[in-house]
Every structure is written in C-alpha cells, then in structure tokens.
C-alpha cells in the first residue's frame, strides 16, 4: 500500500499541521515504509476475532452528579495565548473539513 | 393544503439535541448554570487540559434512558461512547465523545396526531454526548462569516446533551411542528430538560426533501438549522417545503445543503453550499468503559417513569414492529 | 555524601528514621549531585531545587512533631515532564506546551506528595513519550550515564539516566509500548510497567489512552514495590482506574522461587537480539533454574504482529489525544495567522516536531474513512490474539521472561532517520501493553560485547505484580549486580 501524495495533503488537512513540501515529500515516503510493514497483518484472516479496544474488562463506571469546585475565570485563562473580556480570543472563525 | 393528494411528497426528518438538567457536568463536577461569568464554569476536565479524563455523570445516563424509554426504544445491553473528531475552536479537545454505532437507546417511536390525523414517527436512536462551548463573533455584523475574531466560553461544554434522531417518517411542516410540541412536552413531564428553544437546552434541526409522489429517491437533502421555537419549526419548513415545491415546478434542480431559518423574514437562506466531506474518524473513547445498564437498572428506570400526556404508561411497552426502523448509521464519508 | 547519593529509596527511609540524616540533609545531597552531573546528562527539564528544600524542611518536621505521611516521608523524587504539576512548568517534552504551568495535580503526583515526598524536578522525555532514545525531545537529547554517547532509551530517557547517574533516588516514568522498561534496561536499573488500569492515570498527559501506565523507575526491586504501594489503586478522575483494594506489594517479596513456573517465549528464542544480550539473558534464565523456577517453552504465534497493530493503534489514539493542542486554550501559538484554520494548523507545525507529526498523520490515516476496517480495526483484532496467547500461556506458567530489549544502549543519532528500525526495538515490550499485562525489566548484567547494561523482562499476568516482584527481587538478589556508571 503505497501513500500518495493527494492522501499526505488531505491527512495533513485533516490533522491540522501546515507541513512544508519537504516535510510532505518525507512523510510520504516514511508512512508508506511504515504501512508496507503493518500490511502483514492485513492479509491475516480475522473474521471472527473480536476487537479490543481496552485490557480492561470494566463496565458502568459513573460518577455520582455532584457539582465540585470549578477554577476561577483567572485561572482558567491564565495559560491562554489571547484573551479579552474574561474569554479566550481566537483569530476568525472558518470551517474547513 | 392537503400534502397527502399532492403530487409531491414532502419528507421530513428531525434531529433534536437536548440539554440536560443535571447538576453538574457530563464528565466532569463544574455545575451546569445558565447564569455566572464567562469561563467561571470550566475545570481542567472541562477545558480539555493535558492529561485529564471524563468520568460519566450516572444522572445523566439515568436521563438518557427515561427519555428511551418514554420514546419506546429498546435500551442497549452494551453501549460505548465514541470519539468525534474534528477541529472547532468552541470544542476544548477538538473532539466531541459522543456515541456512534453502540447508542445507548434505539428503535422507538412517538405517536402524534392534529389535522392530518394519527401517524407513527421511528426514534433511530438516542444517545448522549457533551455540548460545545459558545463564540461570540466580533467585527462586522456579529455573525461568523464577516466577524474578525472570536472569544470563546467553555461554561457551556460539557453539558450533557442528548441527541434524538426520527426515521424521516413525517410528511409536513404540520406533522414536524407537532412532533416537536409532543417532544417538548414529553421531555418536560420527564424532568430531564428545561427544553427552552429559545436558550438552546432544546434545539431542533431538520432534513426536509421533496419527491414526486411514487419517486423511489428521495429528493436532494435540505438541512434546516436555527429554529429557535417550535412556531418558527412550523414556519420555517412551510416556507422550506414550499421553496423546494416551487423550484421542482420551474424544474430548477435541489442542491443538497444547510440553510438558515430567519425568524424576522420567515425564510430560509443557503449557509452552506459546499457540501463538506466530513470525516471524523470515529473511534471507541478509550478514556471511558462500556455502558452495559442491568435489567434491573432498566426497569427501576422504567418503574419511575411519571404518568406522560398522550400516553398511558402501558403505551410505553408497545413494541414497534419488527424491520421497521432502519439503523442509520452517523455518516463516514 | 557519596552513601545519600547511591542509596535506595528504601535505604534513606531507613536512615531517616533512624534519624541518622535529615530530609534536608538528602536533598541538598541530591541537588548538588544534580549540578555536578546534569550539565553531561541533561536529565531534568525543570528543577524545583527550592521546592525539594522547602518540601524537606517540611518533612523534617513532621518527622520530629512524630507526624510523617507515610515511610517515605522525605524521600526525595523526581517525574518524568508527562506528569501534570501544579504551580511547575510541564511540557511533555514538546515545545507546544512551552510554558504551560498547570492548575492541577496528577493524581501520582498528589499521592506521592501526600506521601512527604519532596520533588527534585521534571525529567526530559521523547516529546509526548514517543520514541525510544529521548532524541525526540524538543529540548535536547538526554545521555546515558553510562555511555555519554549512547542514548539513555525512551521515551522516560531522563528519569532513568537522574536515577542512574545519582541525580535522584527513584522517579516515576510512563510506558505505551515499553517506555519504561526499555530505559531501565538500557540504563541498569529496574522499570516496571503495572497492569493497565492499576495507577490513575489523570494528570499523565495521554499518548495513547489504551495502553499508557505509569511506573516506577529504580535501582531496586523493594524500592519499585514501594513506590508503586505509594500510589497504586483507584481513582475517582479515572474511570479506567481499577478499583480493587490494593495489596502491599513488599509483602513476601523475599518469598522466593522455589517450584515456580516461568516461560520462555519459543518466537524470540534466537536471532533477534544482540549475542551479548542473548549471552546475559541465556544465563539469567540458568540462574532462574538454579533458584528452583521451572523453565517451560511458551509459544506466542501472534506476537510477531504486535508492533504492526501496536504503530496503528498507539498513532491513532495519539492523533486524537493531542487534537487538543490547537494554540486556544493554553501552550504555544503561531504568530501572524489571520483565521482559525491557518493559526491552529501553523502552531502545530511549529509546535510538534517530526516523530509526533509522523504518528499524527499515521493515526489520522488509519482512523479516516475508508481505511478504519483494514488499518485500526485490524489491530484490534491482533491485540485480542495476542492478549489469547498471553492467556494460553498462564495456563501452564506463572511468568514470562524474555529480553528487555534486542540490543543494549545504540549510538545517538544512530537510528533517527529510520523510525521503522527504531520501532522494530520495542518488539519483547509492546505486546505486554496490547494486553495491559504487568512487566518489570531487572537489570542481568553488562553485556561483553560492549559493557553496557542489559535487562531482564519479567512478565506476568493482569494484577500478578507480587509474583512478578518475588521473582525480580529473588533474581536481583543472587545476581547482586551492583556496577554503577563512571560519570
């Protein structure tokens, strides 16, 4: 399975990283080395073996609805890159898939 | 006018999140409250901070399943949440856990009636996920497209939000504003909503398509957004099924898009054209374990149910008839 | 001074009790080893030298008002920089939380600070724990104490090379995929990766939420045994968090071997690993029959897919766990960008560097559309085959041993540009995390082609670590493997 250079850009887009075309260029090469070795386990025949996505055999852990102390709005803001009038300020807002 | 012997076919389906009273947040202890000042309602859990975990309200799952239940669903035996996965500035993890292909309640039904007689409407599914933090646009004329920045308040997110999903069953703008009425009021003998459309704890968003009668495709999809009472509900999709009518009459043909509902001009407008490929990479939310309620905890939750309107409590364990409902799945395009 | 620096953990609670030293007394010991031999190692990100000394002075009296926390009361240690701390810098080893001061505690962290333990510092770290020399992180390379051109392993390079080097008693580190163990190994000390849920892990900035653990990291056995007694058990901000009561894992540890049964894996029987480290490991499991364990051949047939379905599943979970940093909220921002797309896409670029990048993009391709089945979905599988093999085995064993790791401490610069090689090296490790299984790495000797340390791994089932700790401390014991790095 070899990566093209359309999918880099559109995993690039859907991760949100602004690689250079360097970075792109070694990207591609470097995942397409990486999904050649986890392309033994695509031919594996797993039809009925059940995921695991967790070790742990747990179920219904819940917490009780309590309401605990929240942080300040200083707090809260304290590590924010930009903010004003007690909230965090992001530059305009546009979508983008 | 009667759609029923029209030569058009409207078909309508209804997404509606619903905010939950609880006490406090879906994952986290920070009180759920309308009131206070920006961010004076957020922790670390709930700012997405490195290295904190969610930990699910009981209440709120409690919440989920009376509204499943109420809504005739089948509760599941085994349940996860997932993790949706896109980039917003007002989603503190740039996911949102929500749930995907294991929905805690499925396959139900809410019967309503009004002029155009009786009619069943399938529930798909109701699940539980976490609500946003709210933007304020700034600049220009306050709404997203022309603002320069925005500032964000995560008092809001986190709250737990449930999302109910109708089969596209209902056939008008009529029978869609008296689904949302009945919902309404479902919702509020339950106790589990403050369901103010006009605040948001209830907010309805509906597909609407129009087909000639016999057509086997439904018409081009037209996603309805920002109806904020269940009169502008009504008013919004007359409007919107008689725009989709008119223009398969002058034989212009329907794009599949999101459109606005303005309450001052009663019409809709396009928000969206661009149909977006969404891809958001739903995974099992390996921060969090199974859902897997007990009969017992089913049926205690059953038991407590209060006395509804328009329905006896038998009403509620009224099965609905097998391979009628279809499972849609959350879309991965 | 020279006793302060090299004694256990276990050894200076020992001593403080017996009120031959002071809590005062161990971290000024400690602080000034730090100045001496940090500069050549670069095993701290932050030192908190006033705190420790604040901390101590607390100790000390609490110590004499009869009112220490806990036996370890003025013990001084050290967390690796994935450890949330309150008040201290955190930076995960990556430029994008440059600054970051968190509001909030780990859990391990409010634990050990419950305990009395005064903290040394933050301990460098592959950004976001991944990668396998410590040569991934944003601030520099940390060096193995034994090799100062030689890589100390990773991604917890910096808490094991503070602990080897005499800069801190003991430390906690985490491990997805053999982050501790590794180390440990490479370093000459003793890493041990709890069973997966064992301790919280709220505060322990998440790599791969399925498989992260915290452990510690030690120069003896009794010392891991008793910092993992400190802050094992359940946790109410953790809901993968085993709730059991926790046993006191010094308890019998000195119990012995004697008709145990441990296996030897038939797949890594071989070629593979080093001939020096074959050589040490060969006779480690001679000394393991000499001690009464009976050796049994274990079969593994899934093994070999383990760091296919171990370099898709950690990526994917990564790509969404660090989704979060997006210059909003805290940590970096790029400068300049105008809309939220550009800022948020230029600040990671920036922000990460290139093995976190090439995971992101690893993980978010196999979770997008089209490719979840064949890629995540496929790893999933694996892991429940591997974690049936493992179940197969405890059949008919107690424990596993195998290598810690193919080859003793490599070169730095040797293997960075070819992640593939240098994930091939978590090969004895990964499949333990897959199944969140408990493992500890012993140290089992120099190894003659090039004396550097080589590790042992013990393996055993989930919530097993007593039978795990009674082999490693019967193991360490008659080994008595006391080198110590010539720094």
Same mark, same amino acid.
């Given at each position: 399975?070899?990566?093209?250079?359309a999918a880099?850009?559109h995993?690039?887009r859907?991760a949100?990283?602004?690689?250079t075309?360097?970075?792109?260029?070694?990207?591609?090469?470097?995942?397409?080395?990486?999904?050649?070795?986890?392309?033994?386990?695509q031919?594996?025949?797993?039809?009925?073996?059940?995921p695991?996505?967790?070790?742990?055999a747990?179920s219904?852990?819940?917490r009780?609805d309590e309401?605990?102390?929240?942080?300040?709005?200083?707090?809260?803001l304290a590590?924010?890159?930009?903010?004003?009038?007690?909230?965090?300020r992001?530059?305009?807002?546009?979508e983008?898939? | 006018?009667?759609?029923r012997e029209?030569?058009?076919?409207?078909t309508?389906g209804?997404?509606?999140h619903?905010?939950?009273?609880?006490?406090s947040?879906?994952f986290?202890?920070?009180?759920?409250?309308?009131?206070?000042?920006?961010?004076?309602?957020t922790?670390?859990?709930?700012l997405g901070?490195?290295?904190?975990?969610p930990?699910?309200?009981?209440?709120?799952?409690?919440y989920?399943?009376?509204i499943?239940?109420a809504l005739n669903?089948?509760?599941?035996?085994?349940s996860?949440?997932?993790?949706?996965n896109?980039?917003?500035?007002?989603m503190p993890k740039n996911?949102?856990?929500?749930q995907?292909?294991a929905p805690?309640?499925?396959?139900?039904?809410l019967?309503?009636?009004?002029?155009?007689?009786?009619t069943?409407v399938?529930?798909?599914?109701v699940?539980?996920?976490?609500d946003t933090?709210?933007?304020v646009h700034? =600049?220009?004329s306050?709404?997203?497209?022309?603002?320069?920045?925005?500032?964000?308040?995560?008092?809001?997110?986190?709250?737990?939000l449930v999302?109910i999903v109708?089969e596209?069953?209902i056939?008008?703008?009529?029978e869609?504003?008296?689904?949302?009425?009945?919902?309404?009021?479902?919702?509020e003998?339950l106790?589990v909503?403050?369901?103010r459309?006009?605040?948001?704890?209830?907010r309805?968003?509906?597909n609407?398509?129009?087909r000639?009668?016999?057509e086997?495709?439904f018409g081009a999809?037209?996603?309805?957004?920002?109806?904020?009472s269940?009169?502008s509900?009504?008013?919004?999709?007359e409007?919107?099924e008689?725009?989709?009518?008119?223009a398969?009459?002058a034989?212009t043909?329907l794009?599949?898009?999101?459109?606005h509902?303005?309450?001052?001009t =009663?019409?809709?407008s396009s928000?969206?054209?661009k149909?977006f490929?969404?891809?958001?990479?739903?995974f099992?939310?390996p921060?969090?374990v199974p859902l897997?309620?007990?009969t017992q905890?089913?049926e205690?939750?059953?038991?407590?149910l209060p006395?509804?309107?328009?329905g006896s409590p038998g009403?509620?364990?009224?099965?609905?008839?097998?391979?009628?409902?279809?499972?849609r799945?959350?879309h991965?395009? | 001074?020279d006793?302060?620096?090299?004694?256990?953990?276990t050894?200076?609670?020992?001593?403080?009790?017996e009120?031959e030293?002071?809590a005062?007394?161990i971290?000024?010991?400690l602080?000034?080893?730090?100045?001496?031999?940090d500069?050549?190692i670069?095993?701290y990100?932050?030192?908190?030298d006033?705190r420790a000394?604040?901390?101590?002075?607390?100790?000390d009296?609490?110590?004499?008002a009869g009112e220490?926390?806990?036996?370890?009361?003025?013990?001084?240690?050290a967390?690796?920089?994935?450890?949330v701390?309150?008040?201290?810098?955190?930076?995960?080893?990556s430029?994008?939380l440059?600054?970051?001061?968190p509001?909030y505690?780990?859990?391990?962290?409010?634990?050990?600070?419950?305990?009395?333990?005064?903290?040394?510092?933050?301990?460098n770290m592959?950004?976001f724990?991944m990668g396998s020399?410590?040569e991934?992180?944003a601030?520099g390379?940390?060096r193995?104490?034994?090799?100062?051109?030689a890589?100390?392993?990773?991604?917890?390079?910096?808490?094991?090379?503070?602990?080897?080097?005499?800069a801190?008693p003991?430390?906690w580190g985490?491990?997805?995929?053999?982050?501790?163990?590794?180390?440990?190994?490479?370093c000459?000390?003793?890493?041990m990766?709890p069973?997966?849920g064992l301790?919280?892990?709220y505060?322990?900035?998440?790599f791969?939420s399925?498989?992260?653990?915290?452990g510690?990291?030690?120069?003896?056995?009794e010392?891991?045994a008793a910092?993992l007694?400190?802050a094992? =058990?359940?946790?109410?901000m953790d809901s993968?968090?085993?709730?059991?009561p926790?046993?006191n894992?010094?308890e019998?540890i000195d119990?012995?071997?004697?008709?145990?049964r441990i296996?030897?894996?038939?797949e890594?029987q071989?070629? =593979?690993?080093q001939?020096?480290?074959?050589?040490?490991v060969?006779?480690?499991?001679r000394?393991l029959e000499?001690?009464?364990a009976q050796?049994?051949?274990?079969s593994?047939?899934?093994f070999?897919?383990?760091?296919s379905a171990?370099?898709?599943?950690?990526?994917a979970?990564c790509?969404?766990n660090l989704?979060?940093?997006?210059?909003?909220?805290?940590?970096?921002?790029?400068?300049g960008a105008?809309?939220?797309?550009s800022m948020?896409s230029?600040?990671?670029?920036e922000?990460?560097g290139?093995e976190?990048?090439?995971?992101?993009m690893l993980g978010?391709y196999a979770?997008?559309?089209g490719?979840?089945?064949?890629y995540?979905g496929?790893?999933?599988?694996?892991?429940?085959?591997i974690?049936?093999?493992?179940e197969r085995?405890?059949?008919?064993v107690d424990?596993i041993?195998?290598?810690?790791?193919?080859?003793t401490?490599?070169?730095?610069?040797e293997?960075?540009?070819?992640?593939?090689?240098?994930y091939l090296?978590d090969?004895?490790?990964?499949?333990?995390?897959?199944?969140g299984?408990?493992?500890?790495?012993?140290?089992?000797g120099?190894s003659?082609d090039?004396?550097?340390?080589?590790?042992?791994?013990?393996i055993?089932r989930?919530?097993d670590?007593?039978?795990?700790?009674r082999?490693?401390?019967?193991?360490?014991?008659?080994l008595?493997?006391?080198e110590?790095?010539?720094?």
């Amino acid at each position: 399975m070899s990566l093209d250079r359309a999918a880099v850009d559109h995993v690039a887009r859907l991760a949100r990283l602004d690689l250079t075309d360097a970075e792109r260029e070694r990207m591609q090469k470097e995942l397409t080395d990486i999904l050649a070795h986890a392309e033994k386990i695509q031919n594996l025949d797993l039809g009925p073996v059940p995921p695991t996505s967790h070790a742990l055999a747990l179920s219904n852990v819940l917490r009780p609805d309590e309401a605990r102390p929240s942080l300040s709005p200083e707090e809260a803001l304290a590590n924010a890159p930009d903010a004003q009038d007690g909230r965090f300020r992001v530059p305009r807002i546009i979508e983008d898939a | 006018m009667n759609v029923r012997e029209d030569v058009y076919e409207t078909t309508v389906g209804l997404e509606i999140h619903v905010e939950l009273a609880t006490n406090s947040k879906m994952f986290c202890g920070c009180e759920v409250s309308f009131a206070g000042e920006p961010n004076s309602r957020t922790c670390p859990v709930c700012l997405g901070m490195p290295g904190t975990l969610p930990v699910p309200n009981a209440t709120a799952i409690d919440y989920t399943m009376r509204i499943g239940l109420a809504l005739n669903c089948r509760i599941a035996e085994y349940s996860l949440f997932h993790r949706k996965n896109y980039f917003y500035p007002d989603m503190p993890k740039n996911y949102q856990i929500s749930q995907y292909d294991a929905p805690l309640c499925e396959r139900g039904h809410l019967d309503i009636s009004g002029d155009f007689g009786s009619t069943r409407v399938g529930i798909t599914r109701v699940h539980l996920e976490e609500d946003t933090g709210k933007s304020v646009h700034l =600049g220009g004329s306050g709404r997203i497209a022309d603002s320069d920045h925005s500032l964000e308040d995560f008092n809001r997110a986190g709250t737990p939000l449930v999302e109910i999903v109708s089969e596209p069953d209902i056939r008008s703008a009529e029978e869609a504003r008296v689904f949302v009425a009945e919902l309404r009021s479902l919702l509020e003998s339950l106790g589990v909503s403050d369901v103010r459309m006009e605040e948001g704890s209830m907010r309805v968003d509906a597909n609407v398509s129009v087909r000639r009668r016999g057509e086997k495709e439904f018409g081009a999809k037209v996603e309805v957004k920002n109806m904020n009472s269940i009169r502008s509900v009504g008013r919004a999709l007359e409007y919107e099924e008689r725009r989709q009518r008119e223009a398969l009459d002058a034989g212009t043909a329907l794009v599949q898009e999101t459109r606005h509902f303005d309450e001052k001009t =009663g019409t809709t407008s396009s928000l969206r054209t661009k149909e977006f490929a969404f891809d958001y990479r739903y995974f099992p939310e390996p921060d969090l374990v199974p859902l897997a309620p007990s009969t017992q905890w089913v049926e205690q939750t059953r038991a407590a149910l209060p006395e509804l309107p328009g329905g006896s409590p038998g009403a509620l364990r009224h099965r609905i008839r097998p391979g009628r409902s279809r499972h849609r799945r959350a879309h991965r395009v | 001074m020279d006793d302060l620096i090299w004694a256990s953990a276990t050894e200076l609670a020992e001593a403080l009790k017996e009120h031959e030293v002071s809590a005062v007394e161990i971290a000024e010991a400690l602080i000034a080893r730090a100045d001496e031999v940090d500069p050549k190692i670069h095993a701290y990100l932050e030192r908190t030298d006033d705190r420790a000394r604040r901390d101590a002075r607390a100790s000390d009296a609490r110590r004499a008002a009869g009112e220490a926390h806990s036996a370890f009361d003025g013990v001084p240690l050290a967390y690796k920089d994935i450890f949330v701390t309150r008040g201290v810098t955190t930076t995960c080893g990556s430029k994008i939380l440059e600054g970051f001061v968190p509001p909030y505690d780990a859990t391990v962290v409010a634990r050990c600070e419950g305990a009395g333990l005064p903290m040394l510092g933050k301990l460098n770290m592959d950004e976001f724990a991944m990668g396998s020399s410590t040569e991934n992180s944003a601030f520099g390379a940390t060096r193995n104490p034994w090799d100062l051109d030689a890589v100390p392993g990773g991604s917890s390079g910096g808490s094991v090379a503070a602990v080897a080097a005499g800069a801190a008693p003991w430390a906690w580190g985490t491990d997805t995929g053999g982050s501790i163990r590794q180390p440990a190994s490479l370093c000459g000390l003793v890493g041990m990766k709890p069973t997966y849920g064992l301790v919280s892990r709220y505060g322990m900035i998440a790599f791969a939420s399925s498989l992260d653990q915290a452990g510690p990291i030690t120069r003896t056995v009794e010392d891991a045994a008793a910092l993992l007694n400190l802050a094992a =058990g359940g946790d109410e901000m953790d809901s993968t968090c085993l709730k059991e009561p926790v046993p006191n894992y010094l308890e019998g540890i000195d119990g012995g071997i004697d008709g145990m049964r441990i296996g030897v894996v038939t797949e890594f029987q071989g070629e =593979g690993s080093q001939p020096g480290v074959r050589a040490r490991v060969d006779e480690s499991l001679r000394r393991l029959e000499k001690l009464g364990a009976q050796l049994e051949e274990v079969s593994m047939p899934s093994f070999e897919h383990g760091i296919s379905a171990y370099y898709l599943i950690a990526p994917a979970e990564c790509s969404s766990n660090l989704a979060r940093y997006d210059g909003v909220r805290y940590g970096r921002r790029a400068a300049g960008a105008d809309d939220i797309v550009s800022m948020t896409s230029r600040t990671r670029a920036e922000g990460f560097g290139r093995e976190v990048k090439r995971r992101i993009m690893l993980g978010t391709y196999a979770l997008s559309a089209g490719y979840y089945d064949a890629y995540y979905g496929k790893a999933q599988k694996v892991r429940t085959l591997i974690t049936r093999d493992f179940e197969r085995a405890y059949e008919r064993v107690d424990l596993i041993v195998t290598p810690t790791s193919p080859t003793t401490a490599f070169k730095l610069g040797e293997r960075t540009d070819d992640p593939l090689a240098m994930y091939l090296s978590d090969v004895f490790t990964v499949p333990v995390n897959l199944a969140g299984n408990a493992a500890i790495s012993v140290p089992c000797g120099l190894s003659p082609d090039d004396g550097l340390p080589v590790g042992l791994q013990i393996i055993a089932r989930s919530l097993d670590e007593k039978t795990m700790f009674r082999a490693a401390y019967a193991f360490e014991q008659d080994l008595g493997f006391d080198e110590r790095p010539q720094l």
